[in-house]
Structures are given as C-alpha cells and as structure tokens.
Nanobody, 118 residues
C-alpha cells in the first residue's frame, strides 16, 4: 500500500495550500480516513476526516478554514487549507486503513511539511 502526499510548502499567514493524498498498491480496498498533523514537540493530532459517503469532521482549530474532500475515482483525498496561521505549521500526514480477511490494517503517508510564516 502506498500513500503519496503532496502540496505542502511555505506560505505566509493568511495564505492557502491544498494537500493531496493518493492511495494505491493493493488489490483490497484502501480507505483514506483523513489528515493528521504533528508540530515539533507536540503529539500527532487529528485535523480532518472524511467517510466514504462524504461526511466530514474537523478539529475545532481548523473549522471554517480547512475543507476535506474526496475523489473516489482516483482514491484521493484533498485538504484545502485557507486563512493559514503560524500555528498550523506542522508535518501533515495522511491516514488510511484496509480490511483484509477481517483484520484492520492502518497506514500512514510519509508526511508533507507545511510552514506558515507570520
């Protein structure tokens, strides 16, 4: 299973970025759950999730600024990040799962750095 993330970078406060996570590499269905982030010295935290039906949840800190979406045909999930703040600086990770013969397997992408300058 491969999770390929892209779209991170350096942006000024108030700017926007769009992250992408594409899943591939298995004959079994891979479901991308959503995005997490980890800032230096902090624990990894949930940013946003999306179900196969399109229902989404967000961390309180990003509500109204971030939007998660899915392209099922491409098995890709996006995170549109607007009105970015310096406190959004972190490595952003895509998370996915797969069920094979009744066992759940969890997968993480390699992470993409998002840096917001003040």
């Amino acid at each position: 299973v491969q999770l390929v993330e892209s779209g991170g970078g350096l942006v000024q406060a108030g700017g926007s970025l769009r992250l992408s996570c594409a899943a591939s590499g298995s004959a079994f269905s891979i479901r991308i759950r959503g995005w997490y982030r980890q800032a230096p010295g902090k624990q990894r935290e949930l940013v946003a999730t999306i179900t196969s039906g399109g229902s989404s949840t967000y961390a309180d800190s990003v509500k109204g600024r971030f939007t998660i979406s899915r392209d099922s045909a491409k098995n890709t999930v996006y995170l549109q990040m607007n009105s970015l703040k310096p406190e959004d600086t972190a490595v952003y990770y895509c998370n996915a799962f797969q069920i094979r013969f009744g066992t759940n397997y969890d997968y993480w992408g390699q992470g993409t750095q998002v840096t917001v300058s003040s």
